[in-house]
C-alpha cells in the first residue's frame, strides 16, 4: 500500500483580538461564564475587507512554503468549512483564484467540526489510490460573520472564533522515511443533525428559502443543544481515538501528542481525565483561539509542529467531534 505524509502545516488567524470582555459589551455574558464553561479567554474575528479565502490562503501559502512546494505541485485542493465565502461555488474556488491555481480540481467538504478530517481522510484515499500525488487540505471558518452577536445568540456567540490552517498531504515513497497518515476513521449520525445548526437559508424552506422573517426570528444563526452535544463529544471522541488506534495496532502509550478538537476546554479535560492522558501531552489553543470549527485541529497541528512539540517521527493523533453529528480521529506518524 501507498504511505502518505503530512509535509507540511501552516496556519493564519486574523490580527483583530475580541476579548471576553469585549463581547460583554456587545450582549449580557461575563469573562467569568465564559471561561469557566469553555476555557475561552479570547478569539479573533477578520477583518471588514477579509473573505474566508483570505484567511485560507494565508494558511494555505504558509503550508506550501513549510512543505517547499509551489502550488503547480499540488494536484487538487480540498477545504472544509462551514462559513461558506459564498452560497456557491465553495469557498475552495475563490482559494484557487487567490492561489493562481492551474487547472487543478477543487472542492468543499462539508463535515463541520470534523471537517478537515474528513478532508484529510479524502486526500490520503486520493494519494493512495494513485489519482493524485500532492493535495492540499484546508480548513477555513469565518465564524464572526454568522453568529448573532447579541443575547439572544449568547450561548453560541462566545464561543465560536475565525481562523485557518492547512496542511500539504503527498505520497511517501521513501523508504528510509517514517512518516506515514496510519489510519483515519470517521462517522456520522444524521438523526442528531438539528442539534446544531444553521436552518436559514435552505432550499427545503417555503415558500422562499429566505424570508424577512426568517432572519428577524434569528433562524439564520446557529442554534445548538449545548449540554447534548457536550454528551456526545465525551462519549464520541474517546470511542473514535480508540477505535482508530486499535485498527493502526497502536496503544494509547504509543501516542506522543493528542490534538482534541478545541470546542470546550472542559470537553478536552472530561476526555482526557477519562482516558488516562497526561495534561503534557494533550495541546490546546482554545483559550487565544474559541472555536474555529474545521480550523481547529490544522491549526493546533501547525502551532505544534511549530513549537517543537511534534517534531519528525512524533506519533499524532487528531480526535474531532461536531454538527452533523460527526466525529473522526486520524492517527500520524509525522
Ligand atoms: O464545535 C461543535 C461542538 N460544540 C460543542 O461541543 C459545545 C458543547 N456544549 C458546551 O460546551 C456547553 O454546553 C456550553 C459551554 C455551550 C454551555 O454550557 P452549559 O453548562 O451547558 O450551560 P447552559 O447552556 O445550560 O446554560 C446555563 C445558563 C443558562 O441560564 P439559566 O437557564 O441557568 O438561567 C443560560 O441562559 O447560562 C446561561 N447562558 C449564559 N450566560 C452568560 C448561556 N449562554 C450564556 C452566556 N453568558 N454566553
Known amino acids: 500500500m501507498r504511505r502518505t505524509k503530512i509535509a507540511g502545516t501552516g496556519f493564519y488567524v486574523p490580527e483583530r483580538v475580541v476579548t471576553n470582555h469585549d463581547l460583554a459589551k456587545l450582549m449580557d455574558t461575563s469573562d467569568e461564564w465564559i471561561r469557566q464553561r469553555s476555557g475561552i479567554v479570547e478569539r479573533r474575528f477578520a477583518s471588514e475587507d477579509q473573505t474566508p479565502a483570505d484567511l485560507a490562503y494565508e494558511a494555505a501559502v504558509r503550508a506550501l512554503a513549510d512543505a517547499g512546494r509551489e502550488i503547480g505541485e499540488i494536484d487538487c485542493i480540498l477545504l472544509a468549512t462551514l462559513s461558506p465565502q459564498h452560497e456557491f461555488p465553495g469557498t475552495s474556488f475563490f482559494l484557487h483564484e487567490k492561489l493562481d491555481a492551474p487547472e487543478i480540481p477543487c472542492m468543499d467538504l462539508r463535515a463541520q467540526c470534523s471537517g478537515f478530517l474528513y478532508a484529510l481522510a479524502t486526500a490520503n484515499s486520493f494519494i493512495r489510490a494513485g489519482q493524485f500525488g500532492r493535495v492540499l487540505v484546508v480548513g477555513c471558518e469565518v465564524h464572526s460573520m454568522g453568529i448573532e452577536l447579541a443575547t439572544r445568540g449568547r450561548d453560541v456567540a462566545v464561543l465560536f472564533g475565525d481562523g485557518a490552517g492547512a496542511a500539504v498531504v503527498e505520497a511517501n515513497d521513501d523508504a528510509n522515511d517514517p512518516a506515514d497518515i496510519l489510519e483515519i476513521r470517521l462517522h456520522a449520525e ?40 457536550f454528551k456526545h463529544a465525551v462519549t464520541r471522541m474517546p470511542e473514535v481515538l480508540l477505535e482508530t488506534l486499535s485498527a493502526a495496532s497502536k496503544k494509547l502509550e504509543d501516542v506522543d501528542l493528542f490534538l482534541f478538537h478545541q470546542a470546550n476546554l472542559r470537553i478536552n479535560e472530561y476526555v482526557a481525565g477519562q482516558m488516562g492522558i497526561a495534561p503534557e501531552k494533550c495541546l490546546n489553543n482554545i483559550e487565544r483561539y474559541g472555536n474555529t470549527s474545521a480550523a481547529a485541529i490544522p491549526i493546533l497541528l501547525a502551532e505544534a509542529r511549530a513549537a517543537g512539540r511534534a517534531g519528525p517521527g512524533s506519533l499524532v493523533a487528531m480526535t474531532a467531534f461536531g454538527s452533523g453529528f460527526t466525529w473522526a480521529c486520524a492517527l500520524a506518524r509525522l
Do not use: N, Q
Request: hydrophobic share 30%; glycine share 10%; net charge positive.
Open 190 to 229: 444524521g438523526r442528531h443533525a438539528r442539534k446544531l445548526w444553521i436552518e436559514a437559508p435552505g432550499c427545503s424552506l417555503r415558500p422562499y428559502r429566505i424570508t424577512h422573517e426568517m432572519i428577524d426570528d434569528g433562524r439564520i444563526y446557529p442554534k445548538m443543544d449545548g449540554k447534548f452535544v
